[in-house]
């Protein structure tokens, strides 16, 4: 984060990171900038996963990105990208295939 003046810039970020604590891969990362001489709280331009992800037994890593939308991102425990897309659920409700 930066501050210059009335603005403030700021970066939100969920990364996957090394045992000794050091960045690994971002895997999800948002700018976003504030100027406090104008301030109008924009929800939805300030909005982040902060609660929206979890992982699983097997060190598969679920985010729900956007919250206005039903979508879920699932990425393997070496960040690689497994599924992005409606829930599981929600696809197998509508006959759509699913991700093992």
């Known amino acids: 984060m930066t501050?210059?003046?009335?603005?403030?810039?700021?970066?939100?970020?969920?990364?996957?990171?090394?045992?000794?604590?050091?960045?690994?891969?971002?895997?999800?990362?948002?700018?976003?900038?504030?100027?406090?001489?104008?301030?109008h709280l924009d929800e939805l331009a300030m909005d982040f996963v902060w609660t929206r992800f979890a992982t699983g037994p097997d060190g598969r890593i679920y985010f729900a990105p956007e919250r206005n939308e039903y979508r879920i991102d699932i990425f393997a425990p070496d960040a690689d990208p497994v599924y992005r897309g409606p829930p599981p659920e929600l696809r197998a409700r509508v006959g759509l295939d699913c991700p093992d």
Request: aromatic share 14%; hydrophobic share 35%.
């Open 3 to 39: 501050f210059g003046g009335a603005v403030s810039q700021q970066t939100y970020f969920v990364d996957l990171c090394q045992p000794d604590g050091k960045r690994k891969v971002a895997l999800l990362e948002k700018e976003h900038s504030i100027d406090y001489s104008a301030f």
